[in-house]
Every structure is written in structure tokens, then in C-alpha cells.
């Protein structure tokens, strides 16, 4: 067998010097098997996505800045461009995922965009400095970007057999996460942020939601259960 192609959650006896590398347990106690770029819940299979690419190194090393042109046009188009393999539709498909790991796999997409995007400014201060009304604005864009996207990959999808993908989200739920992560993850770098982050916090506070927040998004925004991700050097 090709070590390569295949994972386990348990290890084999030592007669077949097989050993499971791809298990990877939180600090919330869920075992995932790792494969093919996902971690599959041991328990339920439900299936998350696997960021443990990024924790060898710091995650400024895994992006590429143009340093030419539109600045800001092109983080604008970044932002896009982080999310896109974010949406696909394995991660919210509530045939396959409960609501809170939906929800849950929308926060961690935002998370690691979130971080680039600190990455992203702190390489381009060198040479450019925006404004924090214009960074809200395309950070609102993106969020946008993601609720379209996802909804537009799950409609598009066709199957002969069912059950058909299914999805269902609350209006504004995606802005929700999306601003929740932003505010988590600039926030431990909120020197450099503190006015943005007076922004983004204060559209948290006025966010509709924000009111009546189900036991779903509490969990989704849960710190413990996006552990591997705060391991990243950002």
C-alpha cells in the first residue's frame, strides 16, 4: 500500500510497521483523521478543513504582495482570492456537516483570511499606509463575496440522486462570522489596528444578530474549537 494515499485513526500492530501520522486532536478533544487537504471527524465524519499546512512556518511566507500598481485595488482582490477555495461545497452541506460546523468552517475561512490580510498590510506599510474607512470597506466586500459565493456553489451543484445539498443560513449570518473573525484575529495584533478595529468592533455591536445569537454561531466563534488555527505565527 502507498503510505501516501491512505489514513488511519488508529495504529496498526508493529508487524506491519504501519504508523498513524494523520490523527490530529484539539484542544476541544475532537480527532480528526487528516486527508487530501480535510480533517474528518473521527467520530461523526463530519469534514473541516485542514490548515495544518500552515504551521511550520510563518504564514507571511505562503503570500505573494504586489507591490506595483493599485495597492489597494489589489488587496481588495486578494481578500477574494484567499476566500475562493474556501467555499467549496463539501464544507456546507448539512447532509454531511451539522449547522454548528457550517457555521464553524465559514469562521475558520474567514480566520485565515483574516490573518493574511494582517500579513498582507504590515509587508505593504513599507511603502503605503490606507485609510481605515477604505479597509472596512473592502473587508465588508469580502464578507459579502463569501455569502454569494457559497450560495451560488451550493445551487449549482447537480445530482440524478438524492439527498440534494442543503443548506440553510440566517440573512447577514455570513457578515456576522466573517466580522467576529476579523475582530479575533486583529485583536491580538491591535497596535497596529486600533482603528479599524473601533470600526469593525463597533459594526459587531450594531449587527442585528448580535442580539439574539444562536447556541449554532456561539460555537462556530468558540475559540477552543479553532485551536490548530491560532497555532499559526501570524
Not at 440553510?168 to 495584533?189: C, I, M, P, S
Amino acid at each position: 500500500m502507498n503510505e501516501s494515499k491512505f489514513g488511519m485513526n488508529f495504529d496498526v500492530a508493529n508487524t506491519y510497521r504501519i504508523v498513524s501520522k494523520r490523527v490530529h486532536v484539539g484542544k476541544d478533544g475532537v480527532s480528526f483523521l487528516r486527508w487530501a487537504g480535510l480533517l474528518i471527524n473521527c467520530q461523526t465524519l463530519e469534514i473541516q478543513a485542514d490548515y495544518t499546512k500552515y504551521l511550520n512556518n510563518h504564514l507571511s511566507s505562503s503570500l505573494t504582495v504586489s507591490w506595483q500598481g493599485k495597492p489597494g485595488h489589489n488587496l481588495k482582490e486578494k481578500l477574494c482570492d484567499y476566500l475562493r477555495p474556501k467555499c467549496h461545497p463539501i464544507f456546507y452541506d448539512m447532509n454531511i456537516n451539522t449547522a454548528a460546523v457550517v457555521r464553524l468552517n465559514i469562521f475558520q475561512g474567514f480566520l485565515i483570511c483574516a490573518m493574511k490580510f494582517h500579513c498582507y498590510i504590515c509587508q505593504l506599510s513599507y511603502i503605503c499606509k490606507f485609510s481605515r474607512n477604505f479597509l472596512l470597506k473592502i473587508i465588508l466586500r469580502s464578507l459579502r463575496y463569501m455569502d454569494v459565493l457559497i450560495k451560488n456553489k451550493m445551487s449549482s451543484i447537480q445530482l440524478d440522486s438524492l439527498p440534494r445539498p442543503s443548506l440553510q443560513l440566517a440573512d447577514r449570518e455570513v457578515e456576522w462570522l466573517g466580522l467576529n473573525a476579523y475582530v479575533q484575529v486583529l485583536t491580538r495584533k491591535q497596535a497596529r489596528h486600533t482603528r479599524l478595529l473601533s470600526l469593525l468592533k463597533s459594526r459587531l455591536l450594531a449587527h442585528r444578530l448580535s442580539e439574539c445569537i444562536s447556541s449554532d454561531c456561539i460555537y462556530a466563534v468558540d475559540v477552543s474549537h479553532s485551536s490548530l488555527l491560532w497555532e499559526i505565527k501570524y
